[in-house]
Protein backbone atom coordinates (compact mmCIF):
# COMPACT_ATOMS: atom_id res chain seq x y z
CA UNK A 1 0.00 0.00 0.00
CA UNK A 2 1.07 3.81 -1.17
CA UNK A 3 0.22 6.97 0.43
CA UNK A 4 -1.06 9.61 -2.02
CA UNK A 5 -1.38 13.39 -1.47
CA UNK A 6 -3.85 15.45 -3.61
CA UNK A 7 -1.25 16.35 -6.05
CA UNK A 8 -1.86 16.19 -9.68
CA UNK A 9 0.95 13.54 -10.41
CA UNK A 10 -0.29 11.52 -7.58
CA UNK A 11 -4.36 11.66 -8.56
CA UNK A 12 -2.93 10.54 -12.30
CA UNK A 13 -1.23 7.77 -10.73
CA UNK A 14 -3.86 7.09 -8.99
CA UNK A 15 -6.36 7.27 -11.84
CA UNK A 16 -4.13 5.03 -14.30
CA UNK A 17 -4.06 2.56 -11.85
CA UNK A 18 -7.92 2.01 -10.92
CA UNK A 19 -7.77 1.71 -15.16
CA UNK A 20 -5.32 -0.98 -14.47
CA UNK A 21 -7.64 -2.68 -11.96
CA UNK A 22 -5.83 -1.90 -8.78
CA UNK A 23 -7.82 -0.51 -5.19
CA UNK A 24 -7.94 2.92 -4.64
CA UNK A 25 -9.13 4.58 -1.46
CA UNK A 26 -9.87 8.07 -2.12
CA UNK A 27 -11.42 10.99 0.19
CA UNK A 28 -15.18 12.01 -0.69
CA UNK A 29 -17.70 15.10 0.91
CA UNK A 30 -19.28 11.89 2.89
CA UNK A 31 -16.67 9.47 4.43
CA UNK A 32 -13.27 7.65 2.58
CA UNK A 33 -14.52 5.23 -0.28
CA UNK A 34 -12.55 2.14 -1.00
CA UNK A 35 -12.87 2.41 -5.13
CA UNK A 36 -11.85 -0.14 -8.15
CA UNK A 37 -12.89 -0.11 -11.58
CA UNK A 38 -17.15 -0.68 -11.23
CA UNK A 39 -16.69 -2.76 -14.64
CA UNK A 40 -13.78 -5.03 -13.84
CA UNK A 41 -15.04 -8.07 -11.99
CA UNK A 42 -11.90 -8.81 -10.95
CA UNK A 43 -11.62 -5.34 -9.28
CA UNK A 44 -14.92 -5.64 -7.92
CA UNK A 45 -13.94 -9.59 -6.26
CA UNK A 46 -11.29 -7.54 -4.69
CA UNK A 47 -13.46 -4.89 -3.42
CA UNK A 48 -15.40 -7.85 -1.28
CA UNK A 49 -12.21 -9.55 -0.23
CA UNK A 50 -10.54 -6.46 1.25
CA UNK A 51 -13.16 -5.43 3.11
CA UNK A 52 -14.41 -9.40 3.63
CA UNK A 53 -17.80 -7.78 3.13
CA UNK A 54 -20.86 -10.31 2.00
CA UNK A 55 -21.77 -10.51 -1.79
CA UNK A 56 -25.10 -9.70 -1.16
CA UNK A 57 -23.98 -6.23 0.05
CA UNK A 58 -23.85 -3.86 -3.34
CA UNK A 59 -21.53 -1.28 -3.71
CA UNK A 60 -21.99 2.44 -4.96
CA UNK A 61 -20.92 3.39 -8.36
CA UNK A 62 -19.51 7.24 -8.34
CA UNK A 63 -19.13 9.20 -11.75
CA UNK A 64 -17.89 12.01 -11.95
CA UNK A 65 -20.34 13.53 -15.24
CA UNK A 66 -23.79 13.12 -15.88
CA UNK A 67 -23.21 11.32 -19.16
CA UNK A 68 -21.78 8.48 -17.66
CA UNK A 69 -25.11 7.94 -16.41
CA UNK A 70 -25.69 6.19 -20.06
CA UNK A 71 -23.35 3.68 -19.11
CA UNK A 72 -25.15 2.38 -15.87
CA UNK A 73 -28.53 3.30 -16.41
CA UNK A 74 -31.36 1.17 -18.60
CA UNK A 75 -33.21 3.84 -19.09
CA UNK A 76 -36.01 2.39 -20.86
CA UNK A 77 -36.84 0.55 -17.48
CA UNK A 78 -37.19 3.68 -15.48
CA UNK A 79 -41.08 5.23 -16.14
CA UNK A 80 -41.12 8.74 -17.32
CA UNK A 81 -42.70 10.17 -13.52
CA UNK A 82 -38.70 8.48 -11.97
CA UNK A 83 -37.16 10.08 -14.71
CA UNK A 84 -38.66 13.41 -14.08
CA UNK A 85 -37.82 13.41 -10.34
CA UNK A 86 -34.26 12.32 -10.93
CA UNK A 87 -33.46 14.90 -13.32
CA UNK A 88 -34.96 17.54 -10.97
CA UNK A 89 -32.68 16.05 -8.34
CA UNK A 90 -29.89 15.60 -10.04
CA UNK A 91 -29.68 19.64 -11.10
CA UNK A 92 -30.46 20.89 -7.67
CA UNK A 93 -28.62 18.12 -5.54
CA UNK A 94 -25.56 16.95 -7.13
CA UNK A 95 -23.30 16.26 -7.10
CA UNK A 96 -23.15 16.16 -3.32
CA UNK A 97 -24.52 12.93 -0.97
CA UNK A 98 -26.99 11.88 -2.35
CA UNK A 99 -27.65 8.02 -4.02
CA UNK A 100 -30.01 6.80 -6.49
CA UNK A 101 -31.59 3.62 -7.05
CA UNK A 102 -31.79 2.84 -10.75
CA UNK A 103 -32.30 -0.10 -13.65
CA UNK A 104 -29.08 -1.34 -14.69
CA UNK A 105 -27.85 -1.61 -17.98
CA UNK A 106 -26.73 -5.48 -18.69
CA UNK A 107 -23.41 -4.78 -18.93
CA UNK A 108 -22.70 -3.30 -15.49
CA UNK A 109 -21.32 -6.47 -13.55
CA UNK A 110 -23.96 -8.21 -10.89
CA UNK A 111 -21.17 -8.36 -8.37
CA UNK A 112 -21.25 -4.51 -8.53
CA UNK A 113 -25.39 -5.00 -7.22
CA UNK A 114 -25.36 -7.86 -5.62
CA UNK A 115 -27.01 -9.91 -8.33
CA UNK A 116 -29.87 -6.84 -8.56
CA UNK A 117 -31.41 -5.35 -11.52
CA UNK A 118 -31.06 -2.16 -10.41
CA UNK A 119 -27.77 0.14 -9.20
CA UNK A 120 -26.85 2.31 -7.08
CA UNK A 121 -24.91 5.23 -8.14
CA UNK A 122 -23.81 8.40 -6.96
CA UNK A 123 -22.02 11.89 -8.44
CA UNK A 124 -19.63 12.91 -5.31
CA UNK A 125 -18.90 16.67 -4.42
CA UNK A 126 -15.52 16.20 -3.31
CA UNK A 127 -12.83 17.62 -5.53
CA UNK A 128 -10.40 14.97 -5.46
CA UNK A 129 -12.97 12.15 -5.96
CA UNK A 130 -14.43 14.05 -8.99
CA UNK A 131 -10.51 14.57 -10.37
CA UNK A 132 -9.97 10.67 -9.98
CA UNK A 133 -13.04 9.39 -11.98
CA UNK A 134 -12.13 12.07 -14.62
CA UNK A 135 -9.17 11.28 -15.32
CA UNK A 136 -10.30 7.41 -14.93
CA UNK A 137 -12.64 7.94 -17.51
CA UNK A 138 -14.71 5.61 -16.07
CA UNK A 139 -16.64 4.89 -12.57
CA UNK A 140 -15.94 3.55 -9.73
CA UNK A 141 -17.52 1.59 -7.32
CA UNK A 142 -16.86 2.46 -3.97
CA UNK A 143 -18.14 1.09 -0.74
CA UNK A 144 -17.00 2.98 2.65
CA UNK A 145 -13.35 2.03 2.91
CA UNK A 146 -13.85 0.05 5.80
CA UNK A 147 -13.86 -3.30 7.14
CA UNK A 148 -17.49 -4.47 7.52
CA UNK A 149 -19.93 -3.79 10.27
CA UNK A 150 -16.87 -1.25 11.28
CA UNK A 151 -16.85 2.54 11.77
CA UNK A 152 -16.53 4.35 8.64
CA UNK A 153 -13.64 6.24 8.26
CA UNK A 154 -13.32 10.03 7.88
CA UNK A 155 -9.65 10.06 7.92
CA UNK A 156 -6.99 8.57 5.34
CA UNK A 157 -5.53 7.29 8.44
CA UNK A 158 -8.90 5.34 9.37
CA UNK A 159 -8.51 3.64 6.04
CA UNK A 160 -5.13 2.54 6.64
CA UNK A 161 -5.61 0.87 10.54
CA UNK A 162 -8.43 -1.06 8.66
CA UNK A 163 -7.16 -2.20 5.30
CA UNK A 164 -3.62 -1.83 4.99
CA UNK A 165 -1.99 -3.45 2.09
CA UNK A 166 -5.21 -4.71 1.10
CA UNK A 167 -5.68 -1.63 -0.71
CA UNK A 168 -2.81 0.07 -3.07
CA UNK A 169 -3.32 3.16 -2.90
CA UNK A 170 -4.45 5.35 -0.30
CA UNK A 171 -5.50 9.03 -1.24
CA UNK A 172 -5.08 11.25 1.84
CA UNK A 173 -6.99 14.37 1.64
CA UNK A 174 -7.72 15.02 5.00
CA UNK A 175 -10.80 14.94 7.25
CA UNK A 176 -13.81 14.47 5.35
CA UNK A 177 -16.21 17.33 6.38
CA UNK A 178 -19.82 15.83 6.12
CA UNK A 179 -18.83 12.92 8.42
CA UNK A 180 -21.71 10.71 7.07
CA UNK A 181 -22.48 7.90 4.19
CA UNK A 182 -24.77 9.65 1.34
CA UNK A 183 -28.58 9.06 1.51
CA UNK A 184 -29.80 6.37 -0.78
CA UNK A 185 -32.84 7.44 -2.21
CA UNK A 186 -34.62 4.17 -4.57
CA UNK A 187 -36.01 6.04 -7.74
CA UNK A 188 -37.87 2.76 -8.87
CA UNK A 189 -39.95 2.46 -5.76
CA UNK A 190 -43.31 3.77 -6.35
CA UNK A 191 -43.08 6.05 -4.30
CA UNK A 192 -38.84 7.70 -4.03
CA UNK A 193 -37.99 5.96 -0.55
CA UNK A 194 -35.38 6.71 1.83
CA UNK A 195 -33.30 3.43 1.82
CA UNK A 196 -30.41 4.90 3.90
CA UNK A 197 -30.60 8.32 5.91
CA UNK A 198 -27.45 10.06 5.11
CA UNK A 199 -25.57 13.23 4.52
CA UNK A 200 -28.09 15.04 2.13
CA UNK A 201 -31.17 15.72 4.93
CA UNK A 202 -35.02 14.41 3.71
CA UNK A 203 -35.85 18.08 4.29
CA UNK A 204 -33.63 18.89 1.13
CA UNK A 205 -34.85 16.05 -0.95
CA UNK A 206 -38.72 16.90 -0.12
CA UNK A 207 -38.29 20.23 -1.16
CA UNK A 208 -38.00 19.07 -4.81
CA UNK A 209 -39.99 16.33 -5.52
CA UNK A 210 -42.21 16.24 -2.62
CA UNK A 211 -43.02 13.50 0.18
CA UNK A 212 -40.90 10.72 0.07
CA UNK A 213 -41.13 7.22 1.74
CA UNK A 214 -39.10 5.83 4.44
CA UNK A 215 -37.67 2.32 3.77
CA UNK A 216 -38.19 -1.14 5.41
CA UNK A 217 -36.99 -1.55 8.96
CA UNK A 218 -33.63 -3.32 8.50
CA UNK A 219 -34.24 -6.90 9.25
CA UNK A 220 -30.90 -8.80 9.92
CA UNK A 221 -28.32 -10.45 8.13
CA UNK A 222 -30.43 -13.77 8.15
CA UNK A 223 -33.52 -11.91 5.88
CA UNK A 224 -30.58 -10.13 4.12
CA UNK A 225 -28.66 -13.46 3.17
CA UNK A 226 -31.97 -14.60 2.47
CA UNK A 227 -33.18 -11.73 0.00
CA UNK A 228 -35.55 -10.56 2.29
CA UNK A 229 -34.79 -7.01 1.94
CA UNK A 230 -34.82 -4.44 -0.69
CA UNK A 231 -31.99 -2.67 0.52
CA UNK A 232 -29.45 -5.72 0.87
CA UNK A 233 -26.83 -3.20 3.10
CA UNK A 234 -29.54 -2.09 5.36
CA UNK A 235 -27.98 -4.49 8.08
CA UNK A 236 -29.64 -4.31 12.00
CA UNK A 237 -26.48 -4.07 12.99
CA UNK A 238 -23.41 -1.72 11.12
CA UNK A 239 -21.22 1.30 11.43
CA UNK A 240 -20.67 -0.27 15.14
CA UNK A 241 -17.68 0.82 17.66
CA UNK A 242 -15.76 -2.68 19.42
CA UNK A 243 -16.86 -1.05 22.57
CA UNK A 244 -20.53 -1.72 23.39
CA UNK A 245 -23.02 1.04 22.59
CA UNK A 246 -25.85 2.02 24.81
CA UNK A 247 -28.24 4.70 23.32
CA UNK A 248 -30.44 6.95 25.20
CA UNK A 249 -33.64 9.78 24.70
CA UNK A 250 -32.08 12.94 24.09
CA UNK A 251 -31.17 14.45 27.70
CA UNK A 252 -31.05 11.54 29.55
CA UNK A 253 -27.41 11.30 28.85
CA UNK A 254 -26.48 13.76 31.75
CA UNK A 255 -27.91 12.09 34.52
CA UNK A 256 -26.04 9.04 34.15
CA UNK A 257 -23.27 8.90 36.82
CA UNK A 258 -19.52 9.36 35.06
CA UNK A 259 -17.49 6.12 35.47
CA UNK A 260 -14.02 5.30 34.84
CA UNK A 261 -14.31 3.04 32.47
CA UNK A 262 -17.41 4.18 31.03
CA UNK A 263 -17.40 6.66 28.28
CA UNK A 264 -20.03 9.42 26.96
CA UNK A 265 -20.91 10.80 23.48
CA UNK A 266 -23.02 13.94 23.83
CA UNK A 267 -25.00 15.58 20.87
CA UNK A 268 -24.47 18.95 22.52
CA UNK A 269 -22.89 20.29 26.00
CA UNK A 270 -24.96 19.33 28.64
CA UNK A 271 -26.33 22.17 30.88
CA UNK A 272 -24.56 22.55 34.31
CA UNK A 273 -22.15 19.75 33.78
CA UNK A 274 -18.28 20.81 33.91
CA UNK A 275 -15.92 19.53 34.11
CA UNK A 276 -16.00 16.79 31.87
CA UNK A 277 -14.37 13.67 31.84
CA UNK A 278 -11.90 12.72 29.62
CA UNK A 279 -14.14 9.90 28.28
CA UNK A 280 -16.49 12.24 27.57
CA UNK A 281 -17.01 13.85 23.93
CA UNK A 282 -19.45 15.93 22.67
CA UNK A 283 -20.60 15.77 19.23
CA UNK A 284 -21.16 19.57 18.73
CA UNK A 285 -21.51 22.30 21.78
CA UNK A 286 -23.80 24.35 20.32
CA UNK A 287 -26.39 21.03 19.21
CA UNK A 288 -25.45 21.51 15.18
CA UNK A 289 -26.51 18.17 13.03
CA UNK A 290 -24.08 19.10 10.83
CA UNK A 291 -21.06 20.10 12.99
CA UNK A 292 -22.36 16.57 15.03
CA UNK A 293 -22.38 14.46 11.74
CA UNK A 294 -19.10 15.56 10.93
CA UNK A 295 -17.58 14.33 14.43
CA UNK A 296 -19.84 11.39 14.90
CA UNK A 297 -17.25 8.70 13.62
CA UNK A 298 -14.12 10.61 14.57
CA UNK A 299 -15.37 10.74 18.12
CA UNK A 300 -16.56 7.26 17.82
CA UNK A 301 -12.93 6.04 16.65
CA UNK A 302 -11.43 8.10 19.65
CA UNK A 303 -13.39 6.41 22.37
CA UNK A 304 -13.05 3.28 21.11
CA UNK A 305 -9.42 3.09 20.79
CA UNK A 306 -9.28 4.04 25.03
CA UNK A 307 -10.47 0.76 26.02
CA UNK A 308 -13.91 1.08 27.73
CA UNK A 309 -16.49 -1.06 29.14
CA UNK A 310 -19.28 0.75 27.63
CA UNK A 311 -19.93 3.90 26.00
CA UNK A 312 -23.69 6.33 26.41
CA UNK A 313 -24.86 7.86 23.88
CA UNK A 314 -27.75 10.28 23.31
CA UNK A 315 -29.99 10.70 20.71
CA UNK A 316 -29.91 13.51 18.47
CA UNK A 317 -32.80 15.88 17.14
CA UNK A 318 -34.21 14.17 14.21
CA UNK A 319 -34.23 17.04 11.61
CA UNK A 320 -31.82 17.78 9.08
CA UNK A 321 -28.82 15.18 9.63
CA UNK A 322 -30.50 13.79 13.08
CA UNK A 323 -32.23 11.58 10.82
CA UNK A 324 -28.61 9.69 9.72
CA UNK A 325 -26.91 10.46 13.15
CA UNK A 326 -29.76 8.37 15.11
CA UNK A 327 -29.78 5.97 11.92
CA UNK A 328 -25.57 5.30 12.63
CA UNK A 329 -26.02 5.19 16.75
CA UNK A 330 -29.18 2.87 16.53
CA UNK A 331 -27.08 0.22 14.45
CA UNK A 332 -24.10 1.09 16.75
CA UNK A 333 -26.59 -0.16 19.34
CA UNK A 334 -27.36 -3.08 18.13
CA UNK A 335 -25.37 -6.38 19.80
CA UNK A 336 -23.47 -8.29 17.16
CA UNK A 337 -23.24 -11.78 16.49
CA UNK A 338 -21.28 -13.00 14.47
CA UNK A 339 -19.09 -10.45 15.78
CA UNK A 340 -17.58 -7.82 12.92
CA UNK A 341 -14.51 -7.99 10.54
CA UNK A 342 -12.29 -5.25 12.82
CA UNK A 343 -13.25 -7.53 16.20
CA UNK A 344 -11.57 -10.61 14.53
CA UNK A 345 -9.03 -8.71 12.51
CA UNK A 346 -6.83 -8.40 15.87
CA UNK A 347 -5.10 -5.30 14.85
CA UNK A 348 -2.67 -4.16 17.51
CA UNK A 349 -4.84 -0.88 18.41
CA UNK A 350 -6.97 0.28 20.37
CA UNK A 351 -9.82 -0.03 17.81
CA UNK A 352 -9.08 -3.79 16.90
CA UNK A 353 -9.26 -5.53 20.42
CA UNK A 354 -9.91 -9.13 19.78
CA UNK A 355 -12.61 -10.76 21.56
CA UNK A 356 -15.62 -8.09 21.69
O1 LIG B 1 -21.29 8.22 1.18
C1 LIG B 1 -21.31 7.11 0.65
O2 LIG B 1 -22.31 6.64 0.09
C2 LIG B 1 -20.01 6.29 0.70
C3 LIG B 1 -18.94 7.05 -0.07
C4 LIG B 1 -17.67 6.28 -0.22
O3 LIG B 1 -19.44 7.45 -1.30
N1 LIG B 1 -20.22 4.97 0.17
C5 LIG B 1 -20.93 4.03 0.83
O4 LIG B 1 -21.03 2.83 0.18
O5 LIG B 1 -21.44 4.21 1.93
P1 LIG B 1 -21.43 1.46 0.89
O6 LIG B 1 -21.10 0.43 -0.13
O7 LIG B 1 -20.76 1.32 2.18
O8 LIG B 1 -22.97 1.51 1.03
C6 LIG B 1 -23.78 1.10 -0.05
C7 LIG B 1 -25.18 0.87 0.41
C8 LIG B 1 -25.49 -0.62 0.53
O9 LIG B 1 -25.10 -1.11 1.75
C9 LIG B 1 -26.97 -0.63 0.31
O10 LIG B 1 -27.62 -0.31 1.52
C10 LIG B 1 -27.20 0.48 -0.68
O11 LIG B 1 -26.07 1.31 -0.63
N2 LIG B 1 -27.35 -0.06 -2.05
C11 LIG B 1 -26.40 -0.21 -3.00
N3 LIG B 1 -26.93 -0.73 -4.12
C12 LIG B 1 -28.24 -0.91 -3.88
C13 LIG B 1 -29.33 -1.40 -4.66
N4 LIG B 1 -29.17 -1.79 -5.93
N5 LIG B 1 -30.55 -1.43 -4.09
C14 LIG B 1 -30.71 -1.00 -2.82
N6 LIG B 1 -29.73 -0.53 -2.04
C15 LIG B 1 -28.50 -0.47 -2.56
MG1 LIG C 1 -20.32 1.16 4.37
Same mark, same amino acid.
Given at each position: ???????????????????????????????????????????????????????????????? *??????????????????????????????????????????????????????????????????????????????????????????????????????????? *??????????????????????????????????????????????????????????????????????????????????? *??????????????????????????????????????????????????????????????????????????????????????????????????????
Amino acid at each position: MKMLTTSKSDIALAAAALAGGALVAFPTETVYGLGGDAFSGSALARIFDAKKRPRFDPLIIHIA *DLSTLDKIVLWEALDNNARKKLDLLAEKLWPGPLTFILPKRPEVPGLATAGLSTAAVRFPSHPVAQNLIRLFQGAAAAPSANLFGCLSPTKAEHVREQLGDKVDYII *DGGRTNLGVESTVLDLCAPLPTILRPGGCPREEIEAVIGTVGTGPVPSGPAAAAAGGQPSPGMLKSHYAPLTTLVLHPAGKLR *DIPEKKDEGKLYFKTPAGKTPLSENTRILSASGDTVEAAANLFEMLHQLDSLGLRLIHAEETPQDGLGEAINDRLRRASVSRTPLPECALAGKDTGQFRPGR
